[in-house]
């Protein structure tokens, strides 16, 4: 059971270069998700899929988008990349359901010149 | 506005001695509460967590309590380990929110051998 795997661990983009991070997991969960973290603001939530299908916006969505590929996979696109987009992105997954932990993966480190 | 603070970025302990986190949040809706660590370059784990129908859950070493009225969470370990060094993030949630969380920005802990 490998979880929650992301790819890549790291990358560095040139302002306006487009780049597609990607999730796996294989837990069999229901809902995925994607987080930002920057320092001093914990982790915030950028888009989320509650089941296969479907996908919502998070507290920071701008700049991104999302595709809910299946059930296994859920990846995040960079169409643009700005400076301000430079910070470690995580990917999660849980059952449905507020008690349900949230597994996370790893982390990909994104810096943006 | 950041609805859930955790106003120390960092805290110091003695190995043996109780590690007191704290976390305040400002959104009357919040009726889950979750506590995660993380180690660098690892995602976050799921540690421990608290309904709002209790105000108290212990899970070995980790104790959390929930005071709805100052609208404030702490996370005691007891006793704190080096093994427990890490960065505490708590989270919370509405129950009818689905499984979206919103995070504090952290507290680093340091247990000193």
């Known amino acids: 059971n490998a979880g929650v795997t992301q790819t890549p661990k790291f990358q560095v983009l040139k302002t306006g270069q487009s780049m597609t991070l990607q999730c796996a997991q294989d837990?069999?969960?229901?809902?995925m998700y994607w987080y930002r973290q920057d320092p001093g603001m914990g982790l915030r939530l950028i888009y989320y899929?509650?089941?296969?299908?479907?996908?919502d916006k998070g507290e920071v969505p701008n700049g991104y988008n999302v595709s809910r590929l299946n059930k296994r996979e859920f990846s995040l696109r960079l169409e643009s990349a700005a400076p301000s987009q430079t910070s470690v992105y995580f990917c999660a997954s849980s059952e449905q359901g507020v008690s349900y932990e949230q597994y996370f993966g790893p982390g990909t480190r994104l810096t943006v010149t | 506005d950041q609805q859930v603070k955790q106003n120390s970025p960092s805290l110091s302990v003695q190995e043996g001695r109780i590690s007191i986190l704290n976390c305040d949040y400002t959104?009357?809706?919040?009726?889950?509460f979750l506590w995660y660590k993380k180690y660098p370059a690892e995602g976050p784990t799921f540690l421990i967590s608290i309904s709002s129908i209790k105000d108290k859950n212990e899970d070995g070493r980790f104790t959390v309590f929930l005071n709805k009225s100052a609208k404030h969470l702490s996370l005691h370990i007891v006793p704190s380990q080096p093994g427990d060094s890490a960065v505490y993030f708590c989270a919370a949630s509405e129950n009818n929110a689905g499984n979206m969380l919103t995070f504090g920005g952290g507290t680093r802990l340091m247990v000193k051998p």
């Open positions: 837990m069999n969960h229901n809902s």
């Open positions: 899929s509650a089941s296969e299908g479907t996908t």
């Open positions: 959104n009357s809706m919040f009726d889950y």
